[in-house]
């Protein structure tokens, strides 16, 4: 058997068949066919070469067309497959003619199934490869998202080029990745939806994003992992210079039997994965939301906290209350503020009928922009401390009589930041009332200015907890400080 | 001493006259103060009589004002105040020779200092109380929002009265409530601050709200205690009836310290209140979202689920992954479907690649409501099942051409479930995409079409999995089935 796994070869594709394109394809269906993928690519500006191939058309949508892929007069990087299951080992033999650098199934009804007739055309395909040396992306997968090149497999999706990949057992959350990443602001590298991992898998894909140049933070969707121990291993190589965050699907019992039926995995088995994350680093998170939070903090946050000690600076009893459990649900420690910072803020700070605690109810110092730079040296100066977080409501920036504005506020917070706190890193949680978007909205105008920031305490608190694990981590195998 | 926890008497309050308004208090400052309340009653069109109480004044903002409260020519219904915490016991020998039907102390400065003096001033207004009979709420609370009295305590919240009442030790969580509550279209009875709970505490408003006619559901933010088990049996007592809702804030150990100083509460001991939630049959929540979630399921869940066996039906591979995954950390079964509901389904829905599964990946019966239907009668006749959750994105209601409008999708549902489901709840989950918004925004539409819906899967997991436990509670101790 030839070796699949040196993935990066021909990716990302400058030329690409299509095989599954009808000549009169237009039926309105939310379905994925290669008619759709080549008007999704034109639209999105992707500048390579599209070939589609059809026996029965010389042309198509104003592409020359051609009756099978090794009839095309060049190499391609990519060959892509949308006709049914039963005939994808046809066009794979004659794919085995022309060499393309990949191939990839989008079609589903193998494995996964669970039925016969899959696992029969399953083996099929394992023998072609074995035979041919192929390299099969899927099957059952959507295929690639990478705004650097213009390629896409979704439509009305931002492509937005940054230093964050995504990997995707599940084209689904490719996609709501995409968006939440956009959302917030986060570019991004390649999204890869493997699908069934026939034979290209996680493993291979990790080792090809392990020296890709533009990706600095790996995130994966995982349901099933068949070759563990490899993973295992790539993962934990990768992970003191390029953090890997991964959302384990599938670890209840539910959720396990879908992912059985979903792309023919193997999950479950708890154990196994805290295993897993305690001796690679990697990072675990329980949804794209906290995935996308995680990543945005491991990019802005400098440097990132060397333990997971914090305080919450904000005001109003009820909220400080909901702060200390908040941090203490997400695992973090909230220690007594050391003497000497508790006579030094009572040193400037009126108290009407608060002692100093930690979370701390000081509002008081958001009315005037020298305490609050004056409270964030000296909560930098606490040697009890990892990280400080500092909580707004989002009315503050309507009340623009009473407050500093947002850009004030921003252009304080980072300039302590950068200048006065040392090595403590120093974010925004920006809490919600009714509703998460205005919190959203103040949190990325935080974020454009400089200064790490999400639209809720408690995904702060989460998020946060995670990367000071991370961060722990590496200082635990001796890695260079980040 | 007198008793003090006859709390209805003069409430809502017709007549308020107010210690503690300057004569010329335009002063822009977000606290609390007695003009700022009397311009809010009066914006927000409370139709009783105000009465400014300064004795250097003879009008404040067009009011006639009076020396003191005793100088008043009628018995008022309430006293706030908000002199500062040392005139308070000044003030309240004033209200004694005048015999208000209650008193509200708004002031701060007293037992959450942790201070001495605070400790003496309580002791102080004890005394008073005893020996004079006066009914005090607070000191260090907010006060009343009663949207049917166009009585309330803040500026700019909407004022929509409803079945919902919510007692908050916490100002500010009474504030947000009333933000989330009217932002998903719950109305409210009465929202009550009552603050350090000196004299009147929460289970003489528990005991209150036990026979208001306007009040179906009783909401409470906790910090701490004093008469735990009184409260407990009142609870007891009202929650086969009225189902209470309780948030404890406080139960980490950074977040009892915080309530210590927030309301001189003893927070903590986590076993103790899960011995309480256990025995009273209260419904524990963490946060005030979840809180108006599990509201808005008691009011509009018919029935309440007689068990938590559930199924979730929905689209998309990685997406019904997390579905079970969803409700396993929600503590919700998710059994296999019994094999005449899934030889029924076979009967008519065409699998590409899915089994019959639990939760169910099924998006063909999204396209055809007939389908939906059928299905819908399928999963009710299931003996298996307790409860039927419907998945949908969001972006099923921006693609028309390809499904069914939000309207059509919305009677559909109402009518299989008032007609054809027997006593089998169902309701919606709207997922987010990158915004929670638009999930909110179709959740609120199905609501008023009739259909429970909330704008997150995880949500209605946590919101159904805290009724069914309301309901088993109700079915262990023999109450009537709701």
């Known amino acids: 058997m030839t070796e699949q796994n040196d993935f990066g070869e021909g990716f990302p594709p400058k030329s690409i068949a299509f095989v ?22 034109q639209e999105g500006g992707f500048e390579g070469r599209l070939y589609p191939v059809n026996p029965k058309a010389t042309e198509i949508d104003g592409l020359k067309a051609y009756p099978t892929v090794s009839a ?34 989008c079609t589903s009804g193998f494995g996964e199934t669970g039925g016969a007739e899959g696992k029969a055309l399953d083996a099929q395909i394992l023998e072609i490869a074995s035979r041919t040396g192929l390299r099969i992306i899927g099957p059952n997968c959507m295929g690639f998202h990478v705004p650097s090149a213009r390629i896409q497999m979704f439509e009305n999706v ?4 940054g ?16 968006l939440h990443a956009s959302h917030k602001g986060v570019g991004l590298s390649k999204v890869i939806s493997y699908g069934n991992a026939l034979l290209t898998d996680e493993a291979d894909l990790v080792e090809y994003l392990a020296t890709d140049p533009d990706t600095r933070v790996v995130c994966m969707y995982l349901e099933g992992v068949k070759k563990g121990r490899r993973l295992m291993e790539l993962v934990q190589a990768v992970s003191p210079t390029k953090p890997v965050v991964i959302w384990k699907g599938g670890l209840s019992a539910p959720g396990a039997r879908a992912a059985a ?12 994965w805290d295993a897993f994350f305690k001796q690679t680093g990697a990072i675990p998170v329980g949804s794209i939301e906290e995935m996308v939070d995680v990543a945005l903090l491991l990019l802005h946050l400098k440097p990132l906290p060397q333990g997971n000690r914090v305080t919450v ?5 009820g909220d400080t209350v909901a702060a200390g459990d908040a941090c203490a649900e997400a695992g973090l420690e909230v220690p007594p503020l050391s003497p000497q910072t508790r006579s030094e803020l009572l040193s400037y700070v009126y108290l009407v009928n608060q002692g100093i605690g930690n979370p701390l109810d000081l509002p008081i110092v958001f009315y005037d922009m ?10 930098a100066d606490d040697p009890l401390l990892d990280a400080i977080m500092i909580r707004m409501g989002s009315e503050f920036f309507v009340m623009d009589q009473l407050f500093p504005s947002r850009s004030q506020y921003a252009e304080a917070i980072r300039d302590v930041a950068e200048h006065e706190m040392g090595r403590k890193p120093v974010m925004v949680a920006i809490t919600d009332e009714t509703s998460v978007e205005p919190a959203e909205k103040h949190a990325r105008a935080f974020r454009e200015a400089g200064v790490p920031a999400l639209g809720s305490l408690r995904r702060v608190c989460h998020a946060l907890s995670r990367v000071s694990a991370y961060q722990r981590y590496l200082t635990s195998i001796g890695a260079e400080v980040r």
Chains 1, 2 share one sequence.
């Open 20 to 41: 599954g394109v009808s000549r009169t394809n237009h039926f309105q269906h939310p379905g994925y066919t290669g008619s759709k993928l080549i008007r999704i690519l």
């Open 370 to 379: 020298n305490n609050l730079r004056r409270t964030l040296r000296t909560l």
């Open 261 to 272: 039926s979903h792309t023919a995995s193997l999950a479950g088995e708890r154990q196994i």
């Open 163 to 178: 230093p964050v990949a995504f990997l995707s057992q599940s084209g689904g959350h490719a996609r709501v990745f995409i």
């Open 313 to 317: 600076l904000g005001g109003g009893g």
């Open 72 to 105: 095309i007069p060049e190499t391609v990087d990519l060959v892509n497959i949308t006709v049914p299951a039963p005939a994808v080992p046809g066009v794979l033999e004659d794919c085995a003619r022309a060499r393309p650098r990949n191939v990839q199934i």
């Open 158 to 161: 931002p492509m937005e080029p």
